[in-house]
């Protein structure tokens, strides 16, 4: 009856250590690609499947920041960083429901070999349209997915290759 006046966002989480053209390359296809209002950018505190980041998850945060503060339509938020520990996807979706309308959760192909083994997988997957970053090197199985949405981005860079090249 009444028309739900929550903005529609897409939310795209990740460790950014460190952000780079790739995750400004996504957030970029996705704003014109997609009819949202405004794209959620959440930076780790820790990534559930890792148990260390490089840099602290403050620098994370303001890199992560910098990096998209020319987008009008992007807000770079906290929430998993101020849990100050590990915060599944599931728990973040939640938060985020009760504010906005959450329709897109973007992830990069990378994760689709693993999508089954995040928490409450299948809660997450009758919630939302996923939206798939295709990455050079990285098959696009889109077998469990209920339902998604192809990114093309295929910039063939990454966080571990980046930290890897400053050892």
Request: charged letters at 25%.
């Amino acid at each position: 009856m009444f028309k739900d006046k929550r903005e529609t966002i897409a939310l795209f989480g990740g460790s950014f250590d460190p952000p780079h053209f790739g995750h400004y390359g996504v957030v970029k296809e996705a704003l014109k690609t997609l009819n949202i209002d405004k794209l959620v950018v959440v930076p780790t505190f820790l990534n559930p499947f890792k148990t260390s980041s490089s840099a602290t998850p403050h620098q994370r945060f303001q890199w992560t920041k910098e990096m998209f503060e020319k987008f009008p339509k992007v807000l770079v938020d906290a929430y998993e960083i101020e849990q100050g520990k590990s915060t599944t996807t599931a728990t973040t979706l939640s938060h985020f429901q009760q504010k906005y309308c959450v329709k897109y959760l973007i992830i990069g192909a990378d994760n689709l070999a693993s999508i089954e083994k995040w928490y409450n997988f299948n809660h997450l997957n009758r919630q939302i349209i996923w939206l798939i970053a295709t990455r050079i090197g990285h098959e696009v199985d889109t077998t469990p997915l209920r339902e998604f949405k192809l990114l093309e981005v295929n910039i063939a860079i990454s966080s571990t290759e980046i930290r890897n090249k400053q050892s």
